[in-house]
Nanobody, 117 residues
């Protein structure tokens, strides 16, 4: 009974910025990590960024290192992805992911990000 709702996607020019948000709701008790993935049609879903509750420990894909920043609002079960200096190859559907201490995993519905050259 966990729901993740992403927002903030859209169409931007190369070099522009977007901030994605993902708000968790429902039967959430203990979050181990929240993360962002992305997927383009016909390709495998790709890891983008992750932030763990303990630490916290943050990990980025090499392709977005230095351009994207992941953060969390722990009081609101919300994770953000600040995306700067966007490139056309960043175009994808971006998915929020939540993993709880039980190892139950949940996905959001996805939000489209389109970067034009």
């Amino acid at each position: 009974q966990v729901e993740l709702v992403e927002s903030g996607g859209g169409s931007v020019q190369a070099g522009g910025s977007l901030r994605l948000s993902c708000v968790g709701s429902g039967n959430i008790y203990s979050i181990n990590e929240m993360a962002w993935y992305r997927q383009v049609p016909g390709k495998q879903r790709e890891f983008v960024a992750r932030i763990t509750t303990s630490g916290p420990r943050i990990t980025y894909a090499d392709s977005v290192q230095g351009r994207f920043t992941i953060s969390r609002d722990y009081a609101k079960d919300t994770v953000y992805l600040q995306m700067n200096n966007l490139k056309p190859e960043d175009t994808a559907v971006y998915y929020c992911h939540l993993r709880m201490a039980t190892n139950w995993r949940y996905w959001g519905q996805g939000t489209q990000v389109t970067v034009s050259s």
